[in-house]
């Protein structure tokens, strides 16, 4: 029997060891501040080397400041103290606050600013379009000119608020500036500076910059870091903030966490193949339209977190958004009335034209079964047979733009920012691609062009509401819904959500002003 | 020598299916790179995209590109990453070392005792409800496991970290430095592949010990007066691992795929989880090199497995 007992000891020695180890660290300090991220990864934090997801700039970010930026409510200054815009010709003048240094201590003036537009017209940027600028002016050492060669209206959040500032000194001599992983690649000018970057770790760990010229951050230190389930980590507190589940919310917040849930600028859409018939014909896409009851997809799918989709596409989050007259509710009977005429008749395995039942294949990622299936059982409902099939993201998003399907569920953002995504969605290079071969009627294409160059918001504003009402009418494609996502946090730093999301509308809450003591104070 | 031969034709012929593989899963890497900045993106930068990473190469010439890169040790550059795939697979092949070298020893040097226990004391009961509990874990899958003794051991009773390989705040300083925060770190993750390993290994030698209990030459064995333990294990258990060797020299070339779902759980940055990355992403040249590591694990424990004949059985070592 004692040799039996014999046995526990070592394991009871092991334990107490390991239980003194864990407790001899201690709670982390409270200067450092853990942003757990399950994807880990995004690329080496410089401005050519990040991944060119929203979340490898959101990296980058801390690092490196531009023009303007924006806070909850709208843009603010940044490196630009002021900006004016001139008619004619157009241009955007930036008056750059004296005194700016970037980490290396030497100082940030317009001539950095006119090469970072040289240096990009060379090296182009997924963020970042230049082409609008025609010329760049160095009036004097803070005050820089950049003439348009006409007016853009999604100037200021698409360039001005999205382009970081380069350091000249650095990247003069940089040739191949994705290649370029050196710690100098990392020198910016904004709140942090990059203290280590560990790419298998996906840890960025970020120490403030004592002479930011909006003063030192609150948060001494900051880090992302990979982590494997982001709702145990945090509960166990190993990080401060995560993206949390819906179902976690209420449990979260008894224990005492700060629960946040973020607009709704992300959408899932039913896309159409144009290419075919019968779904290039509008009938037809009202018809599964109305056989959809949305509100009821997002309570059986999403368990009521998120809001039914607008089929002007943009979500009443949207500073942009307008309600489109034509609206699509669930309707079987007006569903079978556009089917048949179409040509269709109805009998008791389905539609039937020429002797073919009609019957569509409905392509979804993994993520999406569910929604899939209640799809199917809709179509089902007013007579369209549907055949699912599960495919990756990559090999949907190919045989979309090949237009090889007839149904699919794909989704995206960017709904926040500027109502350029609308033109991006319908007129950009690639939307054909991305839309089922779709073609905006000439009168959309005009509206869709006519608001990129109206400088008037009133105006603006007028131009993207009837647009939304043409997209309601055209249908291209159906949103779905727009799931509603949500942030847990300890608190102690005051986050919010920036307006139309940061930058180009990265929809997260972790702006970097959010750090500033001015900005903090101040922020909602 | 003409062992040799075979392996290098296997070798030559694997790095042309490498090098098509992933070429042949449907999806445009670019797409899957940028996801939903595809449709905003400039055609200037989208053309930029596949001129850097070749993708604009007809596939003769990008087979030729890379056969020659890789006779120069260059593995290519990674299209996610933004970085030499040598430099991204480096540090997750360390770390996947540690984590599956350390499981693989550990479940095999006892879960071969275990199954020699469970064969010598198969009348016991202890022995009868281990069995079960073998079938059990045996049955479950890693990531179940894992989640499991992340929520117990990590969460409830706060007695080891969440996620990753190391503690990634420098100011939480515990005593023994690094090396006591590594095997600190990678406790639960061995503990889970463990799990999941042991109970084969041991069944499996329980199942070849039994047939050789009451073999004549253990019998010869007890007659010469030798002792029990040195039949047990010289004579017995060293008869009864030809079968695990084979199996051995098969899960050490695919153990770090094994892997992959307890590197997801406990985020420990190993190279099953950046291969699964790696193949959802499109990343054909990270894709490539992955593949080829684990061409050459898998080569490598073949090697290891005829060795392991040759030691454990002497009649195979007078024939060669």
């Given amino acids: 029997m004692a040799k039996k007992i014999l046995w526990l000891v070592p394991l009871v020695l092991i334990l107490a060891g390991i239980g003194l180890y864990s407790a001899g660290g201690g709670t982390p300090p409270q200067q450092h501040y853990l942003i757990g991220d399950p994807q880990g990864d995004w690329g080496f934090p410089s401005p050519f080397a990040h991944n060119p997801r929203g979340p490898g700039y959101l990296r980058v970010s801390f690092l490196f400041d531009t023009l303007i930026w924006k806070d909850a409510k709208g843009f603010i200054p940044a490196l630009a103290e002021t900006w004016e815009y001139q008619e004619s010709p157009p241009a955007y003048v930036f008056h750059l606050r004296p005194g700016v240094i970037w980490h290396d201590g030497k100082p940030l003036t317009a001539v950095d600013v006119a090469f970072t537009i040289d240096y990009l017209k060379k090296h182009p940027h997924p963020w970042v379009d230049i082409r609008p600028i025609q010329k760049v002016e160095v009036l004097d050492p803070h005050t820089v000119r950049l003439v348009l060669s006409q007016p853009y209206a999604p100037f200021l959040e698409e360039v001005a608020g999205t382009m970081f500032i380069l350091p000249r000194h650095i990247w003069e001599q940089v040739q191949d500036p994705r290649r370029f992983h050196d710690a100098r690649a990392t020198i910016g000018s904004g709140p942090y500076k990059l203290a280590e970057y560990r790419r298998e770790h996906g840890l960025y760990r970020f120490v403030a910059f004592d002479k930011y010229y909006q003063g030192k951050p609150v948060v001494p230190e900051i880090s992302f870091v990979q982590v494997g389930n982001e709702l145990v980590a945090l509960k166990g507190k190993a990080v401060q903030a995560a993206a949390v589940p819906p179902e976690a919310v209420p449990e979260l917040k008894a224990q005492g966490f700060t629960v946040v849930s973020l607009p709704h600028f992300w959408c899932l859409k039913l896309l159409f193949n144009h290419g075919k018939f019968p779904q290039q014909k509008l009938a037809f896409r009202q018809a599964l339209a109305h056989a959809l009851n949305l509100p009821e997809l997002v309570a059986q799918t999403l368990r009521g977190h998120g809001q039914p989709g607008s089929p002007g596409l943009l979500p009443p989050d949207s500073p942009w958004y307008s309600a489109p007259q034509t609206t699509y509710p669930s309707d079987p009977a007006a569903a079978a009335r556009l089917l048949a005429s179409l040509g269709y008749q109805r009998t008791p395995k389905g539609w039937e034209q020429q002797g073919q039942i009609l019957e569509l294949e409905l392509l979804s990622g993994p993520r999406y079964g569910r929604e899939a299936e209640y799809l199917k059982k809709a179509f089902q409902k007013i007579g369209v047979n549907v055949r699912l099939r599960q495919v990756d993201h990559s090999i949907l998003d190919q045989r979309v733009k090949t237009q090889q399907f007839d149904l699919a569920l794909s989704g995206h953002g960017g709904l926040g920012g500027d109502p350029k995504i609308i033109y991006d969605m319908s007129l950009g290079p690639l939307a054909a691609e991305f839309l089922g071969g779709y073609q905006p009627s000439p009168k959309l294409a005009q509206l869709l062009r006519d608001q990129l160059h109206t400088l008037d918001q009133a105006e603006r504003r007028r131009l993207v509401a009837q647009i939304q009402e043409q997209l309601a009418q055209e249908l291209p494609n159906l949103v779905l819904y727009y799931p509603t996502w949500y942030l847990g946090h300890d608190g102690r730093i005051p986050w919010f959500f920036t307006k139309g999301g940061i930058a180009k509308g990265i929809p997260t809450y972790f702006n970097k002003i959010a750090l500033l003591p001015k900005a903090a104070s101040s922020s909602p | ?320």
Wanted: hydrophobic share 55%; with cysteine; charged share 15%.
């Fill in chain 2, 1 to 320: 020598m003409s062992r040799v031969l075979g392996y290098l034709f296997v070798l030559i012929f694997i790095l042309g299916l490498n090098f098509a593989l992933p070429r042949l899963l449907p999806g445009d890497p670019l797409t899957a790179l940028v996801g939903e900045q595809d449709l905003i993106i400039t055609p200037e930068y989208r053309q930029e995209l596949r001129q850097r990473y070749g993708l604009d190469q007809p596939l003769s010439q990008q087979f030729v590109q890379y056969v020659d890169h890789l006779l120069h040790g260059d593995l290519g550059y990674s299209f996610y990453h933004q970085a030499p795939v040598s430099a991204v697979i480096g540090p997750a092949l360390l770390w996947t070392a540690l984590l599956c070298g350390v499981s693989f020893l550990l479940s095999t040097f006892l879960g071969v005792w275990l199954g020699v226990e469970l064969a010598i004391q198969r009348t016991r009961s202890w022995a009868a409800a281990a069995v079960g509990c073998c079938l059990v874990l045996e049955s479950l899958p890693g990531f179940l496991v894992g989640m499991a003794l992340l929520l117990i051991f990590s969460l409830k009773l706060g007695l080891f970290p969440f996620f990753g390989a190391l503690e990634v705040i420098p100011q939480v300083s515990r005593p023994g430095g690094f090396e006591l925060d590594v095997l600190w770190h990678l406790a639960l993750p061995t503990l889970t592949l463990m799990m999941a390993e042991l109970p084969s290994v041991a069944l499996l030698v329980r199942a070849s010990m039994l047939k050789v209990l009451q073999a004549p030459f253990v019998l010869a064995a007890r007659a010469r007066g030798l002792g029990e333990a040195r039949i047990k294990y010289r004579y017995q258990a060293r008869n009864a691992l030809l079968p695990l060797i084979t199996r051995l020299g098969i899960r050490f070339g695919i153990l770090w795929a094994v892997a992959l779902p307890v590197e997801v759980v406990f985020a420990y940055p190993g190279a099953g989880q950046l291969l699964f990355q790696a193949l959802l992403k499109r990343d054909y040249p990270l894709i490539q090199g992955l593949l080829l590591v684990s061409i050459l694990a898998v080569l490598a424990g073949n090697a290891l497995a005829e060795w392991g004949y040759r030691w454990a059985d002497p009649r195979i070592r007078s024939q060669a």
